[in-house]
Nanobody
């Protein structure tokens, strides 16, 4: 069974840090581009970060560039999102996602897919001021 499960969210003060995990089962996550997305109440989905499977390249939204780092541990079949210097505007439900369309490919396509074949249930990140 293909499954993505996020963990690591929580409540943190402004300036704090959290590391989110996206653990995959049922397929090798390393073969796919993997994206982190977030959605706050009343707002559209935002693509936060992406890690390519093809060349390991990464991309970040301007709003998180320099503060967030995405990485992968193939042995654990897990992708991480390290979030530093968190701000109240980072408050949202964060989830990871991938799709068969991005097998062995880079990120731009993944970030444009409206509905993902595989996505986690999400983890809440709340940053207090």
């Amino acid at each position: 069974q293909v499954q993505l499960v996020e963990s690591g969210g929580g409540l943190v003060q402004s300036g704090g840090s959290l590391t989110l995990s996206c653990a995959a089962s049922g397929f090798p996550l390393a073969d796919y581009a993997v994206g982190w997305f977030r959605q706050a109440p009343g707002k559209k989905r935002e693509g936060v970060s992406c890690l390519s499977s093809k060349d390991g390249s990464t991309s970040y939204a301007d709003s998180v560039k320099g503060r967030f780092v995405v990485s992968r541990d193939n042995a654990k079949n897990t992708v991480y999102l390290q979030m530093l210097d968190l701000k109240p505007e980072d408050t949202a439900v964060y989830y990871c996602a991938t799709d068969s369309l991005v097998y062995g490919s880079n990120c731009p396509l993944l970030m444009s897919i409206p509905l993902f074949e595989s996505r986690g249930q999400g983890t809440q990140v709340t940053v207090s001021s």
